[in-house]
């Protein structure tokens, strides 16, 4: 089965670029192919393709280049928010609590 992980690879803790942990060197490759799809018939035309019109070659050229939706939420979900302050701030004391033993 591809993309599965023997037991000897799979992390063991939450920790990154250490032993027992996820390896950050493995990074998977992707490859991408981009082709023009005609319907009905699902006729595919390999991209780029200089026989295509250039009006055709611009607007394949905009839609490549575009940002995706997705692209957007993955790099706002990974995006730290701002940290409000809480109206309590000012007022608050810091007690410690003693410890209880047994």
Same mark, same amino acid.
């Given at each position: 089965?591809?993309?599965? /992980?023997?037991?000897? *690879?799979?992390?063991?803790?939450?920790? /990154?670029?250490?032993?027992?942990?996820?390896?950050?060197?493995? *990074? +998977? @490759?992707?490859?991408?192919?981009?082709?023009?799809?005609?319907?009905?018939?699902?006729?595919? %035309? #390999?991209?780029?393709?200089?026989?295509?019109?250039? &009006?055709?070659?611009?607007?394949?050229?905009? /839609? &490549? @280049?575009?940002?995706?939706?997705?692209? @957007?939420?993955? %790099?706002?979900?990974?995006?730290?928010? #701002?940290?409000?302050?809480? *109206?309590?701030? #000012? @007022?608050?004391?810091?007690?410690?609590? +003693? /410890?209880?033993?047994?």
């Amino acid at each position: 089965m591809s993309g599965v /992980i023997p037991p000897e *690879k799979r992390p063991r803790q939450l920790a /990154i670029g250490v032993e027992g942990g996820f390896n950050v060197d493995d *990074k +998977p @490759t992707f490859v991408e192919h981009h082709a023009l799809v005609l319907l009905p018939d699902f006729a595919r %035309i #390999p991209l780029p393709n200089p026989e295509l019109p250039e &009006l055709v070659q611009i607007v394949v050229q905009a /839609i &490549l @280049t575009a940002p995706s939706a997705s692209r @957007t939420d993955d %790099i706002l979900a990974w995006t730290a928010e #701002p940290r409000l302050v809480s *109206k309590c701030v #000012p @007022t608050s004391v810091a007690v410690m609590a +003693p /410890i209880r033993g047994d």
